[in-house]
C-alpha cells in the first residue's frame, strides 16, 4: 500500500509541477497556509521575514502549512513540495522549507547549501525551540523561532563554521541570580540540619581536647606514618571536535535533499 502512495505523490508532485505557472518559479511564496491557522497580519509579518531572511542568504526559507498529508510520511510530503513549488530554483535549489501538517507533523527538508547550513545536530536543536509551540498550537511563534534560527545557522555557515554539537548556541545562564539562589538554599538547610542535630545534644558539654572521649588505657600510639602504595590513572584520548554532517537522500526526481522530522 505504501508504495502506491509514493508512487502516487511522485505523480501529483509532477503534475503540479506542470501545472505551475510560470511566474511560481520567479517568485514562489515562502509561506503557505493551507490550513488558515495564523491571521493575516501574522502571516505577512512571517512572509517579510523569510522574504528578508532568503534574500540575505541566498538560500530559499520557507514555510508551508497543510491540513493532512493525504496518507503520505511528511518526507514524501515535504520532498514532494520541494520539486512540485520549485523552492530555490533561483538560488542553485538551495532551500531549507518547513512542513507543518496541523495533524500532528512536522518535516524539514532542505536542498543545496541548505544541506550545509542544517546538519543533524543543528536541526535536533532546531526542533528543541520550535516544537513546543507547535504543540501549544502556536504556529506563528514556531515559524518565527524556525525562521530565526534558520538565519542564525545560515550566517554561521558562511562564516565556514556550521553549528555542530560543539558549538550550538546555549540559552543565557544567569550566574548572580542561581550563586545567590544556591547559597541561599544552603544556608536554609545548613541551619535546619545544624538545629536538628544540636537539639539532641542535651548530655554533652563543650570540651577543649578528646582526652575525655577515651578509655584511659585502652589505645597506645607508638609511632606514625603514612605509606604511598599505589595510584590508579585512566588516560583517555582528547577527542577532535565533531564534524558537521547532514544526512540525505534522493527525492523522487533524483535530487540530493537532506532533513528530518517527527511529531508534536
Not at 535530487?255 to 528530518?260: D, I
Request: net charge negative; hydrophobic share 45%.
Amino acid at each position: 500500500m505504501k508504495k502506491y502512495l509514493t508512487i502516487g505523490w511522485i505523480l501529483l508532485a509532477l503534475t503540479a509541477l506542470v501545472l505551475l505557472p510560470a511566474s511560481a518559479a520567479v517568485g514562489v511564496p515562502r509561506l503557505a497556509d493551507e490550513a488558515g491557522v495564523l491571521s493575516d497580519s501574522a502571516a505577512q509579518t512571517l512572509l517579510a521575514r523569510l522574504d528578508s531572511i532568503s534574500e540575505a542568504q541566498a538560500v530559499d526559507v520557507a514555510v508551508y502549512i497543510t491540513p493532512s498529508t493525504g496518507g503520505a510520511s511528511a518526507e514524501e510530503y515535504a520532498d514532494s513540495l520541494f520539486e512540485a513549488m520549485q523552492y530555490g530554483m533561483n538560488v542553485d535549489r538551495s532551500c531549507i522549507l518547513l512542513l507543518i501538517n496541523t495533524e500532528g507533523e512536522w518535516h524539514i527538508t532542505t536542498a543545496g547549501y541548505g544541506i550545509t547550513a542544517v546538519t543533524d545536530v543543528g536541526l535536533d536543536y532546531m526542533a528543541e525551540q520550535f516544537v513546543p509551540y507547535l504543540s501549544a498550537g502556536d504556529y506563528a511563534q514556531a515559524i518565527s523561532v524556525y525562521a530565526d534560527l534558520a538565519a542564525d545557522f545560515l550566517a554561521r555557515a558562511r562564516s565556514g563554521n556550521p553549528f555542530d554539537a560543539d558549538d550550538l548556541p546555549k540559552a543565557p545562564f544567569p550566574v548572580v541570580r542561581n550563586l545567590l539562589v544556591s547559597l541561599g538554599i544552603g544556608f536554609v538547610a545548613g541551619l535546619i540540619i545544624v538545629g536538628k542535630q544540636k537539639a539532641k545534644l542535651f548530655s554533652v558539654q563543650k570540651q577543649h581536647t578528646a582526652q575525655k572521649y577515651t578509655k584511659q588505657g585502652s589505645m597506645a600510639v607508638l609511632a606514625a606514618e603514612e605509606i604511598f602504595l599505589y595510584q590508579t590513572v585512566e588516560r583517555r584520548e582528547k577527542s577532535e571536535k565533531s564534524n558537521s554532517a547532514s544526512s540525505t537522500h534522493q527525492t523522487s526526481s533524483g535530487t540530493t535533499v537532506g532533513g528530518g522530522g517527527g511529531r508534536f
